[in-house]
């Protein structure tokens, strides 16, 4: 199994510029999640899925969208990049988000500038 | 509001010493407490965690936490660092949903 897997890894934009970035995992898993990770901020929740076709906000969701059209993919939409929306990205995904069993598996992360 | 607080933002230890850090988290009721490690230039990576049961739970490479309800506290311990360990560690909660909310992360240097 590959994991979860995330592109590009790098990444420069222009302000307002539109970019996906892609993530794929190969487990199963029903759920997915995006954050965003900035220097001193910890890992920020953008938007999850608890399954396909099913998407919702999380703690920062504005300036991103999301679809999840197969269980596998979970791609992150910026439409109008913005300056505050460098950071590093991180998918991730778990069987179910509730079993005591249950763990959470991260991407290698996409790094993004927006200048 | 409902956080998660690792109150040591960077640490530096040399080999062989002991380690401790903390993570403080603000909900009541119910909690499962994880450990995440992330090493240079990888991805975030389960050290630990505590669903239930016994408080002081054993990871990978050595690690351990104790839960102490009392204290609403999830400290990660390892009796001897390795530079290995080299890497930024976080704490997250979650309140038995698929919502986690991480810590700031811990900057661990050990220096050999």
């Known amino acids: 199994n590959a994991g979860v897997t995330q592109t590009p890894k790098f990444r420069i934009l222009k302000i307002g510029q539109s970019m996906t970035l892609q993530c794929t995992q190969d487990m199963n898993h029903n759920y997915m999640y995006w954050y965003r990770q900035d220097p001193g901020m910890g890992l920020k929740l953008i938007y999850y899925s608890v399954g396909a076709g099913i998407t919702d906000k999380g703690e920062v969701p504005n300036g991103y969208n999301v679809s999840r059209s197969t269980t596998e993919d979970f791609p992150l939409r910026l439409e109008l990049a913005a300056p505050s929306q460098t950071s590093v990205y991180f998918c991730?995904?778990?069987?179910?988000?509730?079993?005591?069993?249950?763990?959470?598996?991260f991407g290698p992360g996409t790094r993004l500038t927006v200048l | 509001a409902q956080s998660v607080s690792q109150h040591n933002h960077h640490v530096i230890l040399s080999e062989a010493a002991s380690l401790e850090l903390g993570c403080n988290y603000s909900?009541?009721?119910?909690?499962?407490l994880f450990w995440y490690v992330q090493y240079p230039g990888q991805h975030l990576q389960l050290l630990l965690k505590y669903f239930s049961g016994d408080p002081l739970v054993k990871g990978i490479k050595g690690f351990e936490a104790e839960f102490i309800k009392s204290t609403f506290s999830f400290n990660l311990r390892k009796p001897s660092v390795q530079w290995s360990d080299t890497a930024e560690y976080f704490c997250?909660?979650?309140?038995?949903?698929?919502?986690?909310?991480f810590g700031t992360g811990t900057r661990l240097k050990v220096l050999a």
């Open positions: 991730a995904s778990s069987y179910s988000g509730v079993s005591s069993t249950d763990t959470q598996y």
């Open positions: 997250a909660v979650n309140r038995g949903t698929y919502k986690y909310i």
């Open positions: 909900y009541g009721g119910t909690v499962n």
